[in-house]
């Protein structure tokens, strides 16, 4: 009878991988990992709790009467533009925080856990979004409590923040595959912010492109943060879904497309 048992189980094909149900399950339990950091150290939270106040308040009153003529009329102008460039910063911590993890051994362990091998990736990608979702709000906030009011009405700034939050998501992975592939740190946040001023600071967030010298201005208009910045705009201020907004998406499908397998492949030989 135990010669029969044996055989049986001998017999059997052992799975190598873990089903997508499990899959999704590990991810978010992973995914509550991380806000449980969160909550722990609220530390990680400075950067989208105090750098929507501080920016918003620093170029509002540095710029606006230059370039609107008083603080009120650049409200509208300044807003969406601190927004998109709050939330797209604050993506930089998903590659941060993969390479803390992997350079403390949380990583070794994980592989050690009968678990899905990509749910720890997945779960800080998805850890995030909240991160993101309080970096929105706040900078919305901060302009309601300095005078701004968006014409384009509350449906619509509910759009237009989850367009960011969309977009931050997918650019995530491309410093989340910085994180994988980075030896140090450092190295991840040096590469990430050579990627992010540029884009940031050389786009319409600030100052209208046609201020610009004619070199730049070309530039501006190819730069993909400024199209989410228009976006983001005509959404809050207009009501309007413009092209602007489909080639945000677009943008964030092909960021996606690209480099999340990219950043899987790498992540998955490490672990």
């Not at 601190?82 to 604050?90: G, H, S």
């Amino acid at each position: 009878m135990s010669g029969t048992t044996i055989q049986a189980l001998k017999s059997r094909k052992l799975r190598d991988k873990s089903s997508f149900r499990k899959t999704v399950r590990n991810s978010l339990t992973m995914a509550y990992r991380g806000l449980l950091k969160i909550k722990r150290t609220p530390e990680q939270l400075f950067d989208v709790t105090l750098q929507p106040i501080i920016f918003t308040l620093m170029f509002t009153y540095i710029f606006g009467g230059a370039i609107s003529g008083n603080v009120h009329n650049y409200l509208p102008v300044i807003i969406p533009g601190i927004l998109v460039q709050t939330v797209i910063t604050t993506s930089v911590v998903t590659g941060v925080q993969l390479r803390e993890d992997m350079d403390k051994g949380v990583f070794d362990r994980f592989k050690s856990l009968p678990i899905a091998r990509i749910a720890p990736l997945a779960g800080a990608l998805l850890a995030d979004t909240v991160r993101y979702t309080i970096a929105t709000a706040l900078t919305f906030t901060m302009g309601y409590i300095m005078g701004y009011r968006p014409e384009g009405g509350l449906e619509f700034v509910l759009l237009a923040g989850l367009l960011v939050i969309i977009c931050s998501w997918a650019i995530s992975w491309i410093f989340a595959f910085f994180g994988v592939i980075s030896r140090t740190v450092s190295s991840v946040q040096g590469i990430s912010m050579i990627i992010l001023f540029p884009l940031t600071f050389l786009s319409n967030a600030f100052v209208p492109a046609n201020t610009m010298p004619e070199v730049l201005q070309w530039f501006v208009k190819i730069n993909p943060i400024s199209h989410l910045v228009t976006a983001v705009r005509d959404l809050t201020n207009s009501g309007i879904i413009g092209w602007d907004f489909a080639h945000s998406l677009i943008g964030a499908a092909a960021i996606v497309a690209v480099f999340a397998p990219m950043t899987v492949r790498a992540y998955m030989r490490r672990a």
